[in-house]
């Protein structure tokens, strides 16, 4: 095995993992790279969010789906330094201390974090929604606001607890109000005994002309109806400029008027921006970083002057791609594939083409948007075509048998089961609140 190629993927999101499982029967090794032990299904984190499914239910550990893989190793670290000219990596482990990792192959699919466009003041009272962690933030403040509103004696006050604020009408933004407002009205249901539930006010803050701006104005009017019958409150053309710890403002783009919001809880989805070793990777190579920090590839999806070097999904820019799992996807199968054959003492570099297989977004249950070519599809159609698409992707059969087992419970019974709020680490856990 020493004697053969060494590709080192740095990430396991789902540009690095099926890289890797299309160098399975390749004359190579390869080691994958990654700050956490799981591949995450990070269209259903929203779900997680809101306590519809566990953190493990969209969580696959990367060394139990490389199981089979013969070739593959794993690495618990993060990337932050390269040497181009020795072909060397060096990797942070969780301990402080550092490894280097030599390459003849190195693909970069570290993704995006979320980003503030520069206004970095307003991640302190918000919170993102990228990783699992993001998740359990939300799931806890969320929680949490019911059950805070719930002892407050002050209806003002109550109020400002049952207000959500969400920020970005993209796909990600839409399905967590839907969510926040199915939890008021069904999951929580006469839980409690002071306050009503489903007097929340769920917010949609958003800076364009209309919700799910990547969808066609058919579907988007379609899901604009269904938020409305909902009863999240859509509020279009606005940015947000300001949050605090018991508000948000926001400011009309055209008439620049500033209003503020009372709410406790903010969420933003509303930008992303590639990990900061992007930044390193850059420099090290000597390429500029193109929009939001990413790095512009050739055809074949290298850096110009390293064909050595690929970077994969979110983190690259090439053809005005979007930033979905699907690229990622068929991205990361394409460098497996073109690795293989170099490997294999071939010389050809096919170009990445990239083959649109739609987009999907929940709004509610029974309530979905498909779009795929000239298929569009909404309602209950769409939300039938959206769980399909969903549990095809998912990693892992246990997976997707449990989270149909839960879906399936959840429309019987109208609760939902995984509402459990943990406090970050066990530190905090020890402390008073106070």
Known sequence: MTTKPHVVIVGAGFGGMHTAR?????????????RGTSHLFQPLLYQCATGLLSEGAISSPIRHLLRRQRNADVVLGEANGI???????????PDG??????????VVAAGMRTSYHGCEHLAEHSIG??????ALAIRRRVMGAFEVAESLPDPEQRRHWLTFAVAGGGPTGVELAGQIREVATVALHREFRTIDPADARVLLLHGGDRV???FSAELSRSAQKTLDKLGVETHL??????ITDDAVETTDKKTKEKIRYPARTVLWTTGVEAVPFAGVLAKALGVDQAHAGCIAVEADLSVAGHPEIFVVGDMSSRDKLPGVAEVAMQGGRHVGGVIAGLAASGSERAPFRYRDLGSAA?????????????LRLSGYPGWLAWGVIHIAFLAGVRNRMGTVVNWGATLLTESRRERAITYGDPETARQPYR
């Open 237 to 242: 053309g606005v940015h947000v400029t300001d």
């Open 97 to 106: 201390s550092t490894m280097t990792l030599t390459y003849d192959y190195l």
């Open 129 to 134: 929604m990228k990783t699992l962690d993001d």
């Open 22 to 34: 299309a160098l399975k029967r390749a004359a190579v090794r390869v080691t994958v790279v990654d």
């Open 212 to 214: 799910l701006p990547s």
């Open 83 to 93: 040497d181009p000219a020795a072909r060397t990596l060096t990797v942070d482990r």
């Open 362 to 374: 929940y709004i509610a249950r029974r309530h979905a948007v498909v779009q795929s070519g000239p």
